[in-house]
């Protein structure tokens, strides 16, 4: 004999039934307790799996513990959503979920165009999160400006500048543009332009430049340096320095900057290489015409 398949809530009633309940709140009562059980048992097993595996995959993929929270969440509502959408179903309330999705999916579409800055801002959050063109303590620059990451979130990324300026940015601010981000890689590299008069030797600046490149502890061997002839101006030869340093941060690229270019002026100085600056001269005769009686020479009285 085949036993037609029954639904959760359905066969919840039935033993309601036949304990004794009245069949007018079987019915009810069935439909109660399946959804509860059901609800509370999904719930728990998505908590126990499908959050640590979430957790795993953003671990494996390097994110930030804070990065990772938001993410989280997420994953916990949608736990919730799915476990109530297949509770409602195992209860037998598929009309009243269909209800409730014509309405959800109203809600949404309003709130869509009420706040479709923030939903943007919330999906380019999602593509930073993904696909980290930045992280926490990186220096980055857009759009005319720079300053170190200290805070990212699905809306904004906060950012302090280096005249100590906390800027609060607005994530499709820096998923609709280029950003830079120096200090992405281990290595970085530098360069600088030292101009020397036509008269004097560029073979030798060109060694001096090498040469206090190397003497620098902070200035990599590999990539080695080296110096380009790139510019012949109207009062200077141009050689470009390319330097590189390791584990760069905008603190240590400046500092290393500054003092290596000191230790190039200053052997140029005792070398007796010029580094000229530009000047002009200007030429000519200045004529003044209809004087008279505007301007007339003093007598003494």
């Known amino acids: 004999m085949t036993v037609p398949l029954q639904s959760g809530a359905s066969f919840v009633a039935e033993l309601l039934t036949r304990g004794g309940v009245p069949g007018e709140f079987a019915g009810a009562a069935g439909a109660t307790i399946t959804f509860v059980v059901a609800f509370l048992a999904l719930y728990f097993v998505g908590r126990l799996t499908v959050s640590p595996l979430v957790n795993r995959v953003l671990n494996a993929r390097g994110l930030d513990a804070h990065a990772r929270k938001p993410l989280i969440k997420?994953?916990?509502i949608l736990i919730v959503f799915v476990a109530i959408?297949?509770?409602?179903g195992l209860a037998g309330f598929g009309?009243?979920?269909?209800?409730l999705a014509t309405v959800a999916a109203a809600a949404t579409l309003a709130i869509g165009f009420a706040m479709q800055e923030v939903i943007r801002n919330f999906v380019a959050g999602i593509f930073i999160f993904t696909d980290r063109p930045f992280r926490i303590g990186d220096w980055i620059e857009?759009?005319?400006q720079s300053g170190v990451v200290e805070d990212i979130s699905l809306r904004v990324?906060?950012?302090?500048t280096f005249d100590n300026e906390l800027l609060t940015v607005p994530n499709s601010n820096l998923t609709d543009g280029v950003i830079k981000n120096p200090?992405?890689?281990?290595?970085?590299?530098?360069?600088?332009?030292?101009g020397i008069g036509y008269d004097d030797d560029i073979d030798e600046a060109t060694e001096i430049i090498v040469e206090e490149a190397e003497a620098h502890e902070e200035i990599l061997d590999d990539p080695a340096p080296s110096v380009r002839l790139v510019e012949l101006g109207d009062s200077s030869v141009g050689?470009?320095?390319r330097i590189w340093i390791d584990n760069p941060s905008r603190g240590d690229f400046v500092k290393t900057r500054a003092e290596y270019v000191k230790a190039v002026k200053e052997r140029?100085?005792?070398?007796?290489?010029n580094m000229p600056y530009p000047n002009r001269t200007i030429g000519g005769d200045l004529e003044l015409a209809n004087v008279e009686g505007v301007a007339e020479p003093a007598t003494d009285d």
């Open 142 to 144: 857009w759009d005319d």
């Open 268 to 273: 140029f100085d005792a070398e007796d290489i």
């Open 183 to 194: 200090v992405a890689k281990d290595q970085l590299r530098l360069k600088f332009l030292f």
């Open 85 to 88: 959408a297949v509770a409602f």
């Open 239 to 241: 050689l470009q320095s």
């Open 157 to 160: 990324t906060r950012v302090r």
């Open 95 to 99: 009309n009243f979920l269909q209800s």
């Open 74 to 76: 997420i994953t916990r």
